[in-house]
């Protein structure tokens, strides 16, 4: 923990001896501590004091707390330095207890003390109880965080909705950091993507968490099933609230017509945004898989539509946020705004900037499959790719996947590479691939011999519609295999096309064989 900086420690402690000093947590630095959250025997109080700097001799600045320490029972403390606002505070039982101005200038670099603080002996202040539930954050706590965390409900800045509720008022939090989601004004249960969902009316109906879900100053991905039936207007299917925007919005814009995903640079009504917005239009009436991504570390902001990347922007702007997640609206000048008109399923929060490959396993999906013997099949069509028995080496779908010809195994060459092996009777081991290398459109796909050049070499993208499967792209072009016109025709030969994420005829399964 850098005492330089801001910072918050909470504890449960139960001081079962009040004779002397007694210290619960404290930061070690090398002749003195960072910071100490103690019984001040001399107050009969609770404190939380910060050494001016690393030395046993210096001045010492203490929130104390207003109320007279209680031996043998079990008291909530909460410590807070606020570096930007340059103040110490003390909670007890969630409530203020006492603060007093001052700004750190050093960072205690020891390890975390729990039961004694750093000191000469006879000064370390061994704590005589016991401790429970300790925990720190890189940030000042605010006064809800505080209450929630001494009420015990589990507040962790992650959450997961399945909304499969058949009645109420409530989605339960399936991750377990206790984030229920509250309906209101007209939002309610209906049939889901997958089992149930949430309908909304664009009118009023919302629903929301009694907290912040997604922090504002970290990383974090948001995810939803989404089923947009009204455009014409800004629509947001998730959001983040602050006080007078949102932190974020995941949704629809009407004057592009696309998907898009916009984080706010300040909590202000006057603020820019920058936004990630996807390539192609939204569509309505149909189950849509989008995500949202927020990296702090490359300060940037990342939209995937049904599992493909859709569109990026830099954001670097980063600011606490105290109000709800919302599904089905967002915040404008402090007011609910941009309802959603239509249903949402499957809803996610993760404290974390989920990396490319892993946005498959938000839809459902496997992240890719798994390398060995297969038949590659055409999932629109349930027919298996093959060049038959003949001389020619063009690949065509055919039925009939247990006389797939030549034998193909799917290796993986690394870096999320892989490429199609085949095993002919006649003419032996070779690899499958465009022919020639070509980076043409309707170029055709070709079994040759393997070699290190161009064309045989595939990412294998994960996607949830128009069909559950895989994408294929060539390496070399970035297009993507597939049939013209989403062909169901025997003997449609394989080519390589513009990937189009409607094109059903540009999905494929790869069945262990």
Same mark, same amino acid.
């Given at each position: @923990?850098?005492?330089?900086?801001s910072?918050?420690?909470?504890?449960?402690?139960?001081?079962?001896?009040?004779?002397q !000093?007694?210290?619960? /947590?404290?930061?070690?630095?090398?002749?003195?501590?960072?910071?100490?959250?103690?019984?001040?025997?001399?107050?009969?109080?609770? /404190?939380?004091?910060?050494?001016?700097?690393?030395? #046993?001799?210096?001045?010492?600045?203490?929130?104390?707390?207003?109320?007279?320490?209680?031996?043998?029972?079990?008291?909530?403390?909460?410590?807070?330095?606020?570096?930007?606002v340059?103040?110490?505070?003390?909670?007890?039982?969630?409530?203020?207890?006492?603060?007093?101005?001052?700004?750190s200038?050093?960072?205690?670099?020891? %390890?975390?003390?729990?039961?004694?603080?750093?000191g000469?002996?006879?000064?370390?202040? =061994?704590?005589?109880?016991?401790?429970?539930?300790?925990?720190?954050?890189? *940030?000042?706590?605010?006064?809800?965080?505080?209450?929630?965390? @001494?009420?015990?409900?589990?507040?962790?800045?992650?959450?997961?909705?399945?909304?499969?509720?058949?009645? &109420?008022?409530?989605?339960?939090?399936?991750s377990?950091?206790?984030?229920?989601?509250?309906?209101?004004?007209?939002?309610?249960?209906?049939?889901?993507?997958?089992?149930?969902?949430?309908?909304?009316?664009?009118?009023?109906?919302?629903?929301?968490?009694?907290?912040?879900?997604?922090?504002?100053?970290?990383?974090?991905?948001? #995810? #939803?099933?989404?089923?947009?039936?009204?455009?014409?207007?800004?629509?947001?299917?998730?959001?983040? !609230?602050?006080?007078?925007?949102?932190?974020? +919005?995941?949704?629809?814009?009407?004057?592009?017509?696309?998907?898009?995903?916009?984080?706010?640079?300040? !909590?202000?009504?006057?603020?820019?945004?920058?936004?990630?917005?996807? @390539?192609?239009?939204? +569509?309505?009436?149909?189950?849509? *898989?989008?995500?949202?991504?927020?990296?702090?570390?490359?300060?940037?902001?990342?939209?995937y539509?049904?599992?493909?990347?859709?569109?990026?922007?830099?954001?670097?702007?980063?600011?606490?946020?105290?109000?709800?997640?919302?599904?089905?609206?967002?915040? +404008?000048?402090?007011?609910?705004?941009?309802?959603?008109?239509?249903?949402?399923?499957?809803?996610?929060?993760?404290?974390?900037?989920?990396?490319?490959?892993?946005?498959s396993?938000?839809?459902?999906?496997?992240?890719?499959?798994?390398?060995? %013997?297969?038949?590659?099949? #055409?999932?629109h069509?349930?027919?298996?790719?093959?060049?038959?028995?003949?001389?020619?080496?063009?690949?065509?779908?055919?039925?009939?996947?247990?006389?797939?010809?030549?034998? @193909?195994?799917?290796?993986?060459?690394?870096?999320?590479?892989?490429?199609?092996?085949?095993?002919?009777?006649?003419?032996?081991?070779?690899?499958?691939?465009?022919? &020639?290398?070509?980076?043409?459109?309707?170029a =055709?796909?070709?079994?040759?011999?393997?070699?290190?050049?161009?064309?045989?070499?595939?990412?294998?993208? %994960? /996607?949830?519609?128009?069909?559950?499967?895989?994408?294929?792209?060539?390496? *070399?072009?970035?297009?993507?295999?597939?049939?013209?016109?989403?062909?169901?025709?025997?003997?449609? *030969?394989?080519?390589?096309?513009?990937?189009? %994420?409607?094109?059903?005829?540009?999905?494929?399964?790869?069945?262990?064989?």
């Amino acid at each position: @923990m850098n005492t330089a900086r801001s910072f918050s420690v909470l504890a449960w402690v139960r001081l079962d001896k009040a004779d002397q !000093d007694r210290t619960a /947590v404290a930061q070690s630095g090398v002749q003195t501590n960072g910071f100490a959250l103690r019984y001040d025997h001399a107050r009969r109080s609770w /404190v939380f004091a910060l050494r001016e700097r690393d030395d #046993a001799t210096a001045p010492e600045r203490a929130a104390v707390a207003d109320t007279a320490a209680q031996a043998g029972i079990w008291t909530h403390l909460a410590g807070v330095y606020d570096h930007e606002v340059g103040e110490l505070r003390i909670y007890v039982n969630g409530r203020l207890a006492g603060s007093t101005p001052y700004r750190s200038a050093w960072n205690a670099s020891g %390890p975390l003390l729990l039961g004694q603080g750093n000191g000469a002996p006879g000064t370390r202040g =061994p704590w005589r109880g016991a401790l429970d539930e300790i925990q720190l954050y890189d *940030h000042p706590a605010n006064d809800q965080k505080i209450v929630q965390e @001494m009420a015990g409900e589990p507040y962790g800045p992650e959450g997961r909705w399945h909304l499969d509720e058949a009645a &109420g008022v409530a989605a339960t939090d399936a991750s377990g950091n206790g984030h229920a989601v509250y309906l209101a004004r007209g939002a309610t249960f209906a049939a889901g993507r997958q089992g149930g969902g949430m309908r909304l009316d664009g009118t009023a109906a919302e629903a929301y968490t009694a907290g912040p879900v997604a922090t504002g100053k970290a990383s974090f991905t948001v #995810a #939803a099933w989404v089923r947009l039936t009204r455009t014409g207007r800004d629509a947001v299917a998730v959001g983040q !609230d602050g006080r007078s925007g949102g932190r974020f +919005r995941l949704g629809y814009e009407a004057a592009t017509g696309r998907w898009a995903f916009r984080l706010l640079r300040a !909590d202000d009504a006057t603020a820019g945004s920058d936004a990630a917005v996807s @390539m192609t239009a939204a +569509r309505t009436n149909v189950w849509t *898989h989008l995500v949202g991504v927020f990296d702090v570390d490359t300060g940037q902001a990342r939209l995937y539509v049904d599992g493909t990347l859709a569109g990026a922007a830099g954001h670097l702007a980063t600011w606490p946020v105290a109000g709800a997640l919302t599904l089905g609206r967002g915040l +404008r000048t402090g007011s609910g705004a941009d309802f959603w008109t239509g249903d949402l399923d499957e809803v996610q929060v993760l404290a974390r900037a989920v990396p490319a490959q892993e946005v498959s396993s938000l839809l459902g999906l496997p992240a890719a499959p798994a390398p060995g %013997p297969i038949r590659t099949r #055409a999932a629109h069509a349930g027919m298996c790719l093959t060049e038959g028995t003949g001389p020619s080496g063009y690949l065509y779908q055919q039925p009939g996947c247990d006389t797939q010809f030549p034998r @193909m195994t799917l290796e993986a060459t690394g870096d999320g590479v892989y490429r199609i092996a085949t095993d002919h009777d006649v003419y032996g081991p070779g690899c499958s691939g465009v022919e &020639g290398g070509s980076t043409a459109v309707g170029a =055709p796909f070709y079994d040759d011999y393997c070699a290190d050049g161009r064309g045989q070499r595939f990412r294998i993208e %994960p /996607v949830g519609a128009p069909l559950p499967g895989y994408r294929l792209r060539p390496v *070399h072009s970035n297009l993507c295999a597939g049939f013209r016109n989403d062909s169901v025709d025997a003997g449609a *030969h394989l080519v390589q096309l513009t990937c189009d %994420p409607n094109a059903r005829g540009q999905v494929f399964r790869f069945d262990p064989r």
